[in-house]
């Protein structure tokens, strides 16, 4: 009778503890979150999260099974899955080889590993303030209205173009 009873769940190392051995929160395969993340731990994401991701001063990794389409700030921020939005991180974003970004990234050190799909900006200016990731939203609403606008006025100008078939 001097058994002790555990009152935590038994799950694998790697999914609740981060490289840095602290605990992190897993969002799994089979849940999706629409809205804002707010924490103070490190984060493994593995199911669907769309919307705002905000763990300063903690990591977050998106795993292989993690599909996120947000704008993500963290201390650092590893990419295993998919991720579509703008990343920030105030010591560095690594990009694994299985991963597929679409969206800027802001840190001062950022990885790109060999195999990794990536379409966007890098800025890896030393000085991260809130201004340059502002600035580089801001970049990016500008670039997606530009290509907005000049969709738009390629289907005006196809809609009045008449069409001659050859026989």
């Known amino acids: ?3 002790k009873l555990s009152t935590s769940p038994s799950y694998p190392a790697t999914s609740t503890q981060s490289s840095t051995g602290k605990p992190r929160a897993l969002i799994g395969s089979k849940l999706r979150i629409k809205g804002e993340l707010y924490g103070e731990e ?55 080889a299985t991963s597929n970004v679409k969206g800027n990234i802001v840190a001062p050190r950022v990885s790109l590993e060999e195999g990794a799909k990536f379409k966007g900006m890098i800025d890896m200016s030393q000085a991260e303030s809130n201004d340059n990731r502002s600035a580089m939203s801001d970049k990016s609403k500008d670039a ?9 006025i390629a289907k005006k100008t196809q809609a009045s173009t008449p069409t001659v078939n050859f026989q």
């Open 144 to 152: 997606k209205s530009t290509k907005s606008k000049e969709g738009d």
């Open 42 to 96: 490190d984060i493994l994401i593995q199911g669907r999260v769309e919307g705002t991701i905000e763990v300063k001063d903690n990591n977050l990794t998106v795993g292989v099974d993690g599909r996120v389409k947000a704008d993500s700030q963290a201390a650092q921020i590893i990419v295993e899955g998919e991720v579509f939005g703008d990343l920030s991180g105030e010591e560095k974003v690594v990009v694994k």
């Open 1 to 3: 009778m001097n058994e």
